[in-house]
């Protein structure tokens, strides 16, 4: 395996600072050999935002540029370090918003150059799934690395997507969304019911109150591919609320975000349990913002045929954790990148 053969991971101690200004939060982190976290900063943009219903990319950008001196300052005296005790700077290069992807790059490269120092531009979704190698300083204790074959569901804002990795690095694409992702589906049905953004923590805490059976929305299971759709169910969700509205009723908000919500993580919990029986991973590994989801958690932690991987909650958002793992295991591959490599704001991962 890699990273046994490598020397750093026998004996020397490698310590990565982490970037990550993707969307709409500005982060920073110091990961030991990509499994320790030594610090971990975030300054969220989230109240900046929740005003126009999403976010607002030029501001975003903007408010990247206010905090991200800071943050970074922050992660390095929180892990009681300073940049002559880093040994490379990982920094999300894509996919994401462009002007927002732009600030964390140039400081990024600012920093390499001026310490003459490695960088390495990671991808946002390979950050999301090396968030599994992370070890939470919890009562999980010392968690073992997931064992490859893997199968990947990544479900964030902006992707939804099944990977099969054979090894560290590798990745085959079987599926992904065919219109929204599954965050957007939660952000936009979320708008629908009148519920603050982020929709899909404001969808879950709704649905607390409610009956997941309320309402059957359509699941678009897609058989023989391994394919996900979320915009009809989004669409009838659209068209219950209209009806309720005409009637003059009031929405029954919590029985419809609870019903929304179960017809995802069916759906979601579904498909991938199929094609862990069709591929037969040793680990399940579930990431991105839509795995805070409780609902999903518990229906993947149920389910007692595989070893699941779910990161802590802490982890399951942007942060630069990820990044740095990654950046990590992409520094072990013997990555170095120029320091005139541009941001892909539509990079895939395959
Ligand atoms: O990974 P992430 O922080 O950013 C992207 O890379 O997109 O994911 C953000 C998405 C948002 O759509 C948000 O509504 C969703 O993750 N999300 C959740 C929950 N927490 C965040 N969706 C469902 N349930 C949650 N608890
Ligand atoms: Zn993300």
Redesign the pocket.
């Known amino acids: 395996m890699m990273e046994n053969k490598n020397k750093f991971e026998n004996g020397r101690l490698l310590r990565i600072l982490g970037i990550e200004t993707?969307?709409d939060?500005t982060a920073a982190a110091v990961v030991e050999n990509g499994r320790h976290i030594l610090s971990s900063e975030i300054a969220s943009q989230i109240e900046i935002h929740a005003r126009y219903g999403g976010v607002f990319p030029e501001v975003a950008s903007r408010q990247h540029v206010r905090t991200i001196y800071t943050v970074i300052d922050d992660a390095l005296s929180q892990a009681h370090l300073s940049l002559d005790n880093i040994d490379a700077i990982a920094v999300t290069r894509g996919p994401?918003l462009a002007g927002s992807l732009v600030v964390g790059m140039n400081v990024a490269k600012g920093l390499a150059l001026a310490r003459n120092i490695p960088l390495i531009g990671v991808n946002?979704l390979e950050g999301?799934i090396y968030s599994a190698w992370v070890k939470p300083d919890d009562a999980e204790g010392e968690k073992p690395d997931p064992q490859f074959p893997i199968l990947a569901l990544l479900?964030?804002?902006?992707?939804t997507e099944l990977y099969l990795m054979k090894d560290h690095l590798q990745y085959e694409r079987l599926g992904g969304t065919l219109d929204d992702?599954?965050?957007?589906a939660?952000?936009k049905v979320?708008r629908l019911l009148g519920l603050s953004?982020?929709?899909?923590?404001s969808?879950?805490e709704a649905a607390m109150e409610g009956k997941p059976k309320a309402f059957q929305f359509p699941r678009a299971y897609l058989e023989g591919t391994w394919n996900f759709s979320f915009s009809g169910m989004k669409t009838a969700v659209l068209r219950v609320v209209r009806g309720i509205e005409k009637s003059g009723r009031s929405l029954p908000v919590a029985d419809l975000a609870a019903s929304f919500?179960a017809a995802v993580v069916d759906v979601l919990a579904g498909k991938t349990l199929l094609a862990a029986r069709e591929f037969n991973p040793k680990v399940i590994l579930v990431a991105?913002?839509?795995s805070?989801?409780?609902a999903?958690r518990q229906t993947f932690m149920d389910q007692t045929d595989y070893v699941v991987h779910i990161p802590p909650l802490s982890l399951?958002?942007?942060n630069g954790v990820m990044i740095a793992t990654a950046g990590y295991f992409r520094f072990l591959n013997g990555q170095r990148d120029d320091l005139q490599i541009d941001v892909l704001p539509t990079w895939t991962l395959v």
Request: aromatic share 6%.
């Open positions: 993707s969307c939060e994401g946002h999301h479900v964030s804002g902006g992707h992702a599954a965050g957007e939660f952000d979320a953004y982020p929709g899909g923590p969808i879950q919500q991105g913002g839509v805070a989801n409780q999903l399951c958002t942007d």
